[in-house]
């Protein structure tokens, strides 16, 4: 059998056998040179149309099914299949075509099993994984955000923020404002810490957001067990450091007074025993202040003067003015909560003029916001922040933050954690209104 060029050359060359010859017999017959040239031409275009209707049909037909294949693989059917005309260049590409689908095909299956692992994954996750798109649309929800949502049936396609309202009152200011956070709530009958993980990245170009919503209740218990064993660790320590010397310079005061010139050798003794139980004093008051915390004084308070007395003790920069707004809280508690976050905030590295203050009027309260450009936390530290006796400092004694969010729970109110992209840390603290929780 030809290849299709050659049958073409055929062809041509017949074509022109045909008009030669046309043309020799028409002078033959005495026809003049101009009307036998025009006769040979018509008849070698009468030919050649000929052959071009019959001669390639089998590979105008291949054609048409390959057109007809590559529009299918543009809507993802790759089941076409071609069977080859003939062994010719036509018979090639069909070959070609073939080979492709089948590739396809297989990738295609291949790709199909990633997802549905891949999706069985997430589905099955304890965490609760949301993925949203640039338009705040939902383009994914696992199984475990119905249960962060109350039940909601359908979240795919769904807006965010319509979503937001249906999330526990602790979870909705993470999720609107979309920053990494620790929150608490009730949960199956107890309260339950979460942790909230936002993280932007792009899709096929398209800005998505990623956001997870993690249960940390027993991490958190775990790491609460081994900071009280820390604690009794460190206060043995303590008290073993001090009464040691205590026991000594007793002795030494046994001895002193038995000697003649007691009068002039005891005080120096007692003056260092005095020291050391002062020491033990100081130290163990920190943690009783802690433990023994009292019920807050509410009170209606004019923040413009409260946070003035805030600012000389520890100076800082106030986003906005606050004008005549009062709050209404404990203003002893809360100056030490605000003192403990700008004392942070100093100790962080942060310049002073890149410590500032914002003060907003929200969720039927006050919420006092501390920023700063320092060092910041990493998760780790972040996870273990509001823990008793936990400190990233080597002289800290590990009760400042969780001080700080004891008296914040006292008024009903909320103390969150949150890094910066731009970094360094910005802690907020949200406090009811006289009409909030109690």
Sequence with gaps: MFRLQTRVLIANVVCGAVTLASGALM??????????????LVLGLVVALVGARVAPAPARRALRALHDGVMGFAESDFATRIAAPSPDEVGDLVAVFNRMGAVLRAE??????????????????PMAILLVDQRQRIVFANAACRRVFHGAARLHGRALPEIVPLAPE?????????????????????????????????????????????????????????????AIRVM??????????????????????????????????????????AHVTAFLEGYARFARLPAPRREAVPLAPFLATVGQLFPFTL???????????????????????????????????????????????????????????????MRKALLPFHSSKKAGAGLGLSLCSEIVDAHGGRLHLARLDEGGMAISVWLPGRTGPA
């Design 319 to 381: 986003d906005a003015p606050v004008g005549d707004a009062h709050g209404w809280f404990d203003p002893g508690q809360i100056q030490q909560v605000l003192i403990n976050l700008l004392k942070n905030a100093e100790e962080s590295g942060s310049a002073p003029d890149e410590i500032r203050m914002a003060v907003d009027q929200v969720e039927a309260g006050i919420r006092f916001t501390v920023r700063d450009r320092g060092h910041g936390m990493d998760e780790e530290t």
């Design 108 to 125: 295609r299956a291949e790709l199909i099993q990633r997802e549905l692992l891949l999706d069985t994954l997430l589905q099955g996750a």
């Design 27 to 40: 002078l033959e017959a005495g026809m003049s040179g101009v009307a036998a040239i025009a006769v040979a």
């Design 170 to 230: 602790a979870l909705r200011g993470p999720l609107r404002r979309g920053e990494d956070s620790l929150v608490s709530w009730e949960h199956d009958g107890q309260e339950e810490s979460f942790r909230v993980l936002v993280r932007a990245f792009h899709l096929n170009t398209v800005p998505h957001r990623l956001l997870v919503i993690e249960r940390i209740t027993h991490e958190l218990a775990r790491q609460e067990t081994a900071t009280w064993k820390k």
């Design 236 to 277: 043995s320590h303590e008290l073993n450091n001090s009464l040691a010397p205590v026991s000594s310079l007793a002795h030494s005061a046994r001895v002193a007074a038995e000697r003649p010139d007691a009068a002039t050798r005891l005080p120096a003794v007692l003056d260092a025993i005095s020291e050391r139980v």
